[in-house]
């Protein structure tokens, strides 16, 4: 029975849970403190994180006073919590002694003692980790974003076709890209037994490039892969010098 229960609590689940707040629902901050993980609501106060058993959860708006939460055997069983928050009334020649949550996700999570660093990709929420976005890319985030009952920016960037546009622009760019880092990685391999000028070994890879399944091979990251890739391609393109 130890053994059965201690399994019991050792489980990890992922439960919902729902906020309701008189005032903004979303984008609050939801804090595993004890698995070190992260969430934040949605336009209706809902979340999904991972828990276990006698895990603590931290609350975390900045305009409400921030809630710890454990996860309690009702909760596991359920898989459902709702939490009620309270407004945060800021109330002068206030003296705060000790840690305090603030409603900043960083400094929440260094208040909280939590000793993992925060991986942003915890929280669903792209472009805080990994590399930059292009110009392009934020254009695109820019155009297709916005708030309201009825979103205009979004609605006018698409009826126009600018949001099309910069999703070309983004796959000629990615495309771009796969294309240069193919030619530094591979080029020695691939004409080691050929004797094709600069501008000819240029022309290959966007030949290799016109193919749409260069971009999805690229994306795996598999380097033999792409080399058995590129070279049925060679192959092909000499067939292609011929024709011409």
Not at 98 to 122: A, H, P, Q
Request: aromatic share 8%.
């Amino acid at each position: 029975m130890l053994f059965f229960s201690a399994e019991i609590s050792a489980q990890t689940k992922d439960i919902s849970g729902k906020i309701i707040a008189s005032g903004d629902v979303v984008g609050i901050h939801v804090i595993n403190k004890t698995a070190s993980k992260f969430t934040i609501t949605n336009n209706q106060g809902e979340f999904v994180i991972p828990v276990k058993l006698n895990d603590t959860l931290i609350i975390s708006g900045v305009q409400y006073v921030p809630k710890e939460i454990l996860i309690s055997d009702i909760i596991m069983q359920t898989r459902a919590v709702t939490i009620n928050l309270e407004d945060n009334v800021n109330l002068l020649d206030e003296v705060v002694v000790g840690k305090i949550l603030t409603g900043s996700l960083m400094t929440d999570i260094e208040n909280s003692d939590v000793k993992r660093e925060l991986n942003f990709y915890d929280l669903g929420i792209p472009g805080y980790t990994g590399p930059k976005k292009t110009q392009s890319e934020r254009r695109l985030y820019e155009a297709t974003s916005g708030g309201g009952l009825v979103p205009l920016n979004p609605l006018i960037n698409w009826i126009s076709g600018r949001t099309k546009r910069l999703k070309e622009q983004i796959e000629r760019e990615e495309l771009e890209l796969a294309i240069t880092e193919a030619k530094a990685k591979f080029s020695k391999l691939i004409f080691e037994d050929d004797t094709f000028s600069a501008n000819m070994q240029n022309e290959y890879f966007y030949f290799c490039g016109d193919d749409p399944e260069f971009i999805d091979i690229s994306d795996l990251g598999i380097d033999i892969k792409t080399l058995e890739f590129l070279k049925s391609k060679l192959e092909a393109f000499k067939i292609h010098l011929e024709n011409d």
